[in-house]
Nanobody, 114 residues
Framework: QVQLVESGGGLVQAGGSLRLSCAASGTIFSINYMGWYRQAPGKQREFVAL???????NYADSVKGRFTISRDNAKNTVYLQMNSLKPEDTAVYYC????????WGKGTLVTVSS
């Protein structure tokens, strides 16, 4: 079993920055990728960014140029540096790990005020 714990969410003004972290623990085999998704109130969960086992990042168009995903393989931790935040980035951010199945964290709330 794999556990994912997100941290780093909070309240920030538009234009500000936050750094999210997601630490994976438990019985972790080869990780295909880790990533971030988000769900705003009244909306479906959407893809934000992922990073593959080889370190290749992929981003949603809405965050390209503002968000950066990175990982520390030794710590089984993935990070999401979020800059130039906008009110529309307000959401619960969820970490996802994919190996033989999908694992999700419980989420961390990011609120961007205008």
């Amino acid at each position: 079993q794999v556990q994912l714990v997100e941290s780093g969410g909070g309240l920030v003004q538009a234009g500000g920055s936050l750094r999210l972290s997601c630490a994976a623990s438990g019985t972790i085999f080869s990780i295909n990728y880790m990533g971030w998704y988000r769900q705003a109130p009244g909306k479906q969960r959407e893809f934000v960014a992922l990073i593959t086992r080889g370190g290749s990042p992929n981003y949603a168009d809405s965050v390209k140029g503002r968000f950066t995903i990175s990982r520390d393989n030794a710590k089984n931790t993935v990070y999401l540096q979020m800059n130039s935040l906008k009110p529309e980035d307000t959401a619960v951010y969820y970490c996802k790990l994919v190996n033989v199945r999908d694992y999700w964290g419980k989420g961390t709330l990011v609120t961007v005020s205008s």
